[in-house]
Antibody, heavy 116, light 107 residues
Framework: QLQLQESGPGLVKPSETLSLTCTVS??????????WGWIRQPPGKGLEWIGS???????YYNPSLKSRVTISVDTSKNQFSLKLSSVTAADTAVYYC????????WGQGTLVTVSS | DIQMTQSPSSLSASVGDRVTITCRAS??????LNWYQQKPGKAPKLLIY???SLQSGVPSRFSGSGSGTDFTLTISSLQPEDFATYYC?????????FGGGTKVEIK
């Protein structure tokens, strides 16, 4: 069964770069035609798509975050990663990694707090 | 970009009530519309995919309809475990967009 697990620091300082990794088990990132992406949810608020990478390597980003976001994939480790630069308190959220092609298959999520 | 407008943002209902939530897309998305249920501290759970197909294991009291720009999620008889927040999501293109959510509370 497919599993996605987020990992990374739970606390990031303002102006620094948030870095998260999603480890995929039960399936190969490179062997199927899916998008692998990141979605976040600030405390008490709704869901916001951050961006995705296609299995071929093409990337797609939310225009509102595009200037600060990089998503990459490491097929040798079956992982994909998120980097969000110049973070502020507004970037405090639960960050989910996900697989999608139509509907979304979610990781469990990880809370990242931006605070000094 | 495709925007999704969901209404109402919250509602109060009683067990046994019929509940309807609507979602409108800013442009046609054919049937590329999914519905999720989210409970506190948990990832969203897929209820309906492709506008009207019931995800395996989801009770039949949940149903979805619509195509193009207007979509509806209906709970035919609200149960205690259905009190949660519901989101629509378009998947017309590689980018995803979610509705703002509808919180279903106990009356």
């Amino acid at each position: 069964q497919l599993q996605l697990q987020e990992s990374g620091p739970g606390l990031v300082k303002p102006s620094e770069t948030l870095s998260l990794t999603c480890t995929v088990s039960g399936g190969s990132i490179s062997s199927s035609s899916y998008y692998w992406g990141w979605i976040r949810q600030p405390p008490g608020k709704g869901l916001e798509w951050i961006g995705s990478i296609y299995y071929s390597g093409s990337t797609y980003y939310n225009p509102s975050l595009k200037s600060r976001v990089t998503i990459s994939v490491d097929t040798s480790k079956n992982q994909f990663s998120l980097k969000l630069s110049s973070v502020t308190a507004a970037d405090t959220a639960v960050y989910y990694c996900a697989r999608h092609l139509g509907d979304v298959y979610w990781g469990q999520g990880t809370l990242v707090t931006v605070s000094s | 970009d495709i925007q999704m407008t969901q209404s109402p943002s919250s509602l109060s209902a009683s067990v046994g009530d019929r509940v309807t939530i609507t979602c409108r897309a800013s442009q046609s998305i054919s049937s590329y519309l999914n519905w999720y249920q989210q409970k506190p501290g948990k990832a969203p759970k897929l209820l309906i995919y492709a506008a009207s197909s019931l995800q395996s294991g989801v009770p039949s009291r949940f149903s979805g309809s619509g195509s193009g720009t207007d979509f509806t999620l209906t709970i035919s008889s609200l149960q205690p475990e259905d009190f949660a927040t519901y989101y629509c999501q378009q998947s017309r293109r590689a980018s995803l967009t979610f509705g703002g959510g509808t919180k279903v509370e106990i009356k």
